[in-house]
């Protein structure tokens, strides 16, 4: 099963932007569809954006679109979330997620292995 390990996570005043990214451990990272997801205290685990295991095909969620912009490149073995004009209520711990489907996996059942989390945290 792929190994994955997220980075980039952080402290950063409202209004700034962070870039998080997710390293695979096997080099067939194209196989899997990827996802971002997020899950705040006493809160579910929600998908954040998703994109396609060729990238041709995403995912957003409401409160990040035109904020938020999910890549991959697959000769890297890389995932990344480019985040901008970060809010306070982006706080959470964002977790990398691999699936088997084709599609962008929008929901915590379509995902087939996880990253350990990064700590995002936006201070007003």
């Known amino acids: 099963q792929v190994q994955l390990v997220e980075s980039g996570g952080g402290l950063v005043q409202a209004g700034g932007s962070l870039r998080l990214s997710c390293a695979a451990s096997?080099?067939?990272?194209?196989?899997?569809?990827m996802g971002w997801f997020r899950q705040a205290p006493g809160k579910e685990r929600d998908v954040v954006a998703a994109?396609?295991?060729?990238?041709?095909?995403?995912y957003y969620a409401d409160s990040v679109k035109g904020r938020f912009t999910i890549s991959r490149d697959n000769a890297k073995n890389t995932l990344y979330l480019q985040m901008n004009s970060l809010k306070p209520e982006d706080t959470a711990v964002y977790y990398c997620?691999?699936?088997?489907?084709?599609?962008?996996?929008?929901?915590?059942?379509?995902?087939?292995?996880w990253g350990q989390g990064t700590q995002v945290t936006v201070s007003s």
């Open positions: 994109i396609s295991w060729i990238g041709a095909s995403t």
């Open positions: 997620a691999a699936s088997q489907r084709q599609s962008p996996p929008t929901n915590v059942n379509y995902v087939d292995a």
């Open positions: 096997e080099r067939t990272l194209s196989n899997y569809a």
